[in-house]
């Protein structure tokens, strides 16, 4: 199902406004800066966690996040201003623990993953072919993708997720629990 005989899952939450997803953050002043990054290192056979990782980043274009974002991820500022590093540091961490492992994210966190190194003048330091799509693994087993978001797949298989969502990193063990009814 997974590529290698470990892999990693993984998500993210970036800096959001009411309606900023539907205008695509093209709003006066809106981007997409990472705020939080979560992923597990699971085994690709038995979808077993093996490892984890969560890191809050500290936008610096927008470094004060929207009520609406809190609201949205439970993230609040003082988290992000008390744990929260800078986004260079963060993408060294970051590559640190996705090593060479292929990499899976519910649609294309990677992309914003490339923003965010445009907007703070940093080489992308990751292979761009370790990155995959799981929503191919979902719709190879019948499940309309679309209808779904990370922390909700597991509504396909008629479950509620067991940890709260917009969280990257238990949107993370989400998806491996999506996986884990399909491997079933």
Known sequence: M????????????????????????SGEGEHRELVQIGAILVDSETLDELDNFLIFIKPT???????????????SQEQIDSQGVYFAKAMSLLKDFFNDFTCYSYGSDERVLEENCVMNEISFPFDQGK??????????????????QSGTIVKAFGKEPRVRGHDALNDARIIADGLRFIKK
């Open 131 to 148: 990155f995959e799509d799981v929503r191919k693994i979902f719709q190879t087993a019948g499940i309309d993708t679309v209808r779904y």
């Open 61 to 75: 274009i927008n470094p004060v996040v929207s009520k609406y974002f809190t609201d949205l991820t439970g993230i």
């Open 2 to 25: 997974l590529k290698g005989s470990k892999a990693i899952i993984w998500d993210s939450e970036f800096t959001a406004w009411e309606g900023s997803m539907f205008r695509n953050w």
